[in-house]
């Protein structure tokens, strides 16, 4: 929890702008500035820290750093173009994780055999879901996007 407040405080301190670090900064300072990522995966050439806003927010960012412990890059990944990379039936629930964090959620509906991971995100001014549907053996069958419809202050949806 200490990990998701000190990056709260960060957002706050920086705007949006948190995956600006300097290629070359070490990890150490980047925690020193971010607290601990959510979470963190092996890549072939280092690790990806993982910080992400997920279940609440709309962003995540990816930050590599390199065997020496260096940032390679970072970047925030909920959006269109990165969405897009995503490779029906060859991607698997891993794939997607190491690319954009975990999802907000994973539900499971009767027409659909298999977990569907949801992501929030924002695209120019509207606040949007990204579906990806994961087949029983975890691999990429449908992604999309769609609107997250919010309720207006006096509507009722039941």
Request: proline share 6%; glycine share 6%; charged share 25%.
């Amino acid at each position: 929890m200490r990990g998701i407040a000190a990056f709260a405080a960060a957002l706050a301190l920086t705007g949006c702008a948190v995956y600006d670090v300097a290629p070359g900064t070490s990890r150490e300072a980047l925690t020193q500035r971010l607290g601990q990522p959510q979470r963190v995966v092996r890549l072939p050439d280092g690790e990806r820290l993982q910080y992400s806003q997920q279940p609440a927010g709309q962003y995540a960012w990816m930050i590599d750093v390199d065997p020496q412990g260096r940032v390679v890059r970072a970047r925030q990944v909920l959006n269109e173009a990165d969405f897009n990379r995503i490779q029906l039936d060859r991607w698997t629930r891993d794939d997607v994780e190491r690319e954009f964090g975990r999802a907000a959620w994973v539900d499971s509906v009767a027409s659909w055999d298999g977990p569907i991971m949801t992501y929030r995100w924002k695209s120019a001014d509207q606040d949007m879901f990204y579906w990806v549907y994961l087949d029983r053996s975890n691999v990429v069958r449908r992604a999309h996007p769609g609107m997250e419809r919010k309720p207006e202050p006096n509507e009722r949806w039941m």
